[in-house]
């Protein structure tokens, strides 16, 4: 029993021309007939010694170069050339194939592009939304504290220095610090007391004062640093409130 075997190596006769033409650095608007059909016939050639099935789309392509190269051989007649117009050149025998290369080539490499993102949504995982609400309900919102982070820090010294009216460019004229921020901590711990009440944030800031804001602001961050102080926030973008911190709590920063 005679054994055969079927490569589907190429996808059709137009997929395996654009092969030769890349592998052969051929420019496929212009194409050399011979030797691109050279090459189709060997490849042909091959199939039919290995005993693989040649569909016959190829063998239709193969007579379509051959014909063209039979085109492009003849010489042209004198006749044709005098009453060729020169707004309307003799049509070139490889104008429709390039044509079909052209569209098959667009849309093989769409496909490629499709093929590439199936190849990522792959990767992709998912899963359908799970029911939340018994865990919802054993929430008590009163008793939300949000943590409070450097930016929402800096949007609140934005919010304080717009209210206070400081938005001013800086006087040209040098001072020196009256207060250093080690003092400025002393008194901000002196001014919350040892319950666990809590103070505005904008409290905190008595004297209207650039200097007197930013060093109140820095000692503010080195005791949240330091674990001295309970800052809170109940909702996204509400009020900070300020709290000295006891021996056993432990709050969010």
Do not use: W
């Not at 080539?105 to 093929?115: D, G, M, P, V």
């Not at 018994?134 to 982070?149: A, R, W």
Request: charged share 35%.
């Amino acid at each position: 029993m005679e054994y055969k075997v079927k490569i589907d190596a190429f996808e059709g006769p137009l997929d395996l021309l654009l092969h030769l033409i890349n592998q052969l650095e051929i420019d496929i608007y212009d194409i050399p007939m011979a030797e691109i059909t050279e090459q189709y016939l060997v490849y042909i050639h091959t199939m039919k010694e290995l005993e693989l099935d040649v569909a016959s789309e190829y063998l239709v392509m193969a007579a379509t170069l051959l014909a063209i190269k039979s085109k492009m051989l003849l010489p042209k007649q004198e006749v044709d050339v005098i009453e060729e117009d020169e707004n309307f050149p003799e049509e070139d025998p490889r104008d429709d194939l390039v044509e079909k290369l052209l569209e098959y080539r667009k849309y093989k490499e769409a496909a490629q592009e499709l093929k590439q993102l199936e190849q990522n949504r792959s990767q992709i995982f998912t899963k359908p939304p799970s029911d939340l609400s018994d865990y919802v309900k054993e929430i008590d919102t009163d008793k939300i504290n949000l943590d409070v982070s450097i930016y929402d820090m800096l949007g609140a010294l934005n919010k304080l220095l717009r209210r206070k009216k400081l938005q001013k460019p800086l006087s040209t004229k040098i001072t020196r610090q009256e207060i250093s921020i080690e003092k400025r901590m002393d008194e901000i711990l002196e001014l919350l007391p040892q319950t666990s009440e809590r103070k505005n944030f904008e409290s905190l800031f008595p004297i209207p004062d650039k200097e007197h804001i930013v060093v109140t602001f820095l000692a503010i961050l080195e005791l949240m640093k330091r674990h001295e102080i309970i800052v809170e926030q109940e909702q996204n973008f509400g009020e900070i409130f300020v709290a000295r911190k006891g021996e056993n709590e432990s709050g969010s920063y």
